[in-house]
């Protein structure tokens, strides 16, 4: 079985920081492909950054609207992936959904889904 734990989020000023951790659990995992989406209220679900493995290199791929502000990384021996959030802006407040595109040896390939952590940034 596999399973997708967040963890972090929370209540910040605008201008602060916070940390979003993903770990997918299970054995013989070969993740193809990690991330985070948002969905703010009343709004789609929007793909905010993700990190994606070839061979023994990870390329990161972000939306306009972090682009300088969030950094994702992602340690691959831990099938973990970490969202670093900076300048956090009150239009960032939303739920945020890890997810994680893996490769399992009887499972097969599927997409994952966080519980997801909800982030609050107020002006």
């Known amino acids: 079985q596999v399973q997708l734990v967040e963890s972090g989020g929370g209540l910040v000023q605008a201008g602060g920081s916070l940390r979003l951790s993903c770990t997918a659990s299970?054995?013989?995992?070969?993740?193809?492909?990690i991330g985070w989406y948002r969905r703010a209220p009343g709004k789609e679900r929007e793909l905010v950054a993700s990190?994606?493995?070839?061979?023994?290199?990870?390329?990161?791929n972000y939306a306009g609207f972090v682009k300088g502000r969030f950094t994702i990384s992602a340690d691959n021996a831990k099938n973990t992936a970490i969202l670093q959030m900076n300048s956090l802006k009150p239009e960032d407040t939303a739920v945020y959904y890890c997810?994680?595109?893996?490769?399992?040896?009887?499972?097969?390939?599927?997409?994952?889904w966080g519980q997801g952590t909800q982030v609050t940034s107020s002006s």
């Open positions: 990190i994606s493995s070839s061979g023994t290199s990870n390329y990161a």
């Open positions: 299970g054995s013989s995992l070969s993740i193809n492909e």
């Open positions: 997810y994680a595109d893996i490769y399992h040896p009887v499972l097969g390939r599927r997409t994952y």
